[in-house]
Nanobody, 123 residues
Framework: QLQASGGGLVQAGGSLRLSCAAS????????MGWFRQAPGKERDLVAA????????YYPDSMKGRFTISRDNAKNTAYLQMNSLQPEDTAVYYC??????????????????WGQGTQVTVSS
């Protein structure tokens, strides 16, 4: 089970850190990802990280302002978001899948999803 938190309302230029807490004792076997979905749009990958945190992936459009990380001792993945803009407004979802070593970038490859947390950026 995944529990996402940390969303909220922030002004343009501000920052937020999202957290995704995983229950169970197999967090170290999970590749993690953050996705976002704005109203009327598809769910897009924001960032992905492999099971040990040694590899990350960001789509070109997300590079520079978003940082994914994980703390395996706390069974938690994070998404640090800086210089937020109104176009970043969306529901943000964390996702997980059992994976030997690689990052996972396609949403249909993930097996587990959190409930989503709303991020709203005002101009």
């Amino acid at each position: 089970q995944l529990q996402a938190s940390g969303g909220g309302l922030v002004q343009a230029g501000g920052s937020l850190r999202l957290s995704c807490a995983a229950s169970g004792r197999t967090f170290t076997t999970l590749a993690m990802g953050w996705f976002r979905q704005a109203p009327g749009k598809e769910r897009d990958l924001v960032a992905a990280i492999n099971r040990n945190g040694g590899s990350t992936y960001y789509p070109d459009s997300m590079k520079g302002r978003f940082t994914i990380s994980r703390d395996n001792a706390k069974n938690t993945a994070y998404l640090q978001m800086n210089s937020l803009q109104p176009e970043d407004t969306a529901v943000y979802y964390c996702a997980a899948v059992f994976q030997l070593s690689s990052v996972v970038v396609r949403s249909n490859q993930y097996d587990y999803w959190g409930q989503g947390t709303q991020v709203t950026v005002s101009s």
